[in-house]
């Protein structure tokens, strides 16, 4: 009986215990669930970091022609044309812009041309027309000699004159259709001139 007894006693003694351990593990899980939560996170949050160290770059841009100051400017990731314009000290007058659109997110490394005509690549192979200009090039009205001018459709030696005087009087043609300001220049020659000019 006492052996009985003895044995009951040990038998209760190690429920008691084993249901205290047990007992004891739900307030140890949540616990352990957080490293877990974390160690799952880890991956996800690098990742983010590292999109917003790539996203947080700057961007180098080169902003060329009718501009207060043109060279390169720095501007914050998703900026667009018209804000790497305004960087540059905005245009330096009634500039023809429609060739540029100006809610165009820019890239780094780009170069922004305004109011001017892209350059030939030198040494491109193009043969030189009778102005003078790449074969298939335009001729620029603001740098022009006379003589370019002179062999232009429409235009004599007369006509080529007004163009430079006007240009001196006036500064930098700023669009094709200032020409109509020339003296000499209607409607219908502007429409001569339109694919063989540029500013």
Not at 41 to 54: C, H, K, V
Not at 132 to 140: D, E, F, K, R
């Amino acid at each position: 009986m006492h052996v009985r007894a003895v044995a009951a006693v040990i038998a209760v003694v190690v429920l008691l215990i084993g249901w205290q351990v047990v007992s004891g593990r739900p307030s140890a899980a949540p616990a352990g669930g957080s490293p877990g939560l974390a160690i799952d996170a880890g991956p996800s949050s690098a990742s983010t970091a590292g999109a917003d160290t790539a996203a947080g770059e700057e961007l180098v841009i080169d902003v060329v022609g009718h501009v207060h100051r043109p060279g390169i400017v720095i501007l914050p990731p998703g900026s667009r044309v018209h804000e790497a314009i305004e960087a540059a000290g905005g245009l330096t007058g009634p500039v023809d812009t429609t060739a540029l659109n100006m809610a165009r997110k820019l890239t780094d490394g780009e170069q922004i041309l305004v109011g001017i005509a892209p350059v030939a690549p030198a040494g491109g192979g193009a043969n030189p027309d009778a102005s003078g200009a790449p074969a298939g090039g335009l001729i620029n009205l603001n740098t022009a000699t006379e003589a370019e001018l002179d062999d232009l459709p429409g235009v004599g030696p007369v006509t080529a004159a007004s163009i430079l005087e006007w240009r001196q009087e006036n500064g930098q043609f700023s669009s094709v259709d200032d020409l109509l300001e020339v003296r000499g220049i209607g409607e219908a020659t502007l429409e001569d001139l339109r694919d063989h000019v540029t500013v």
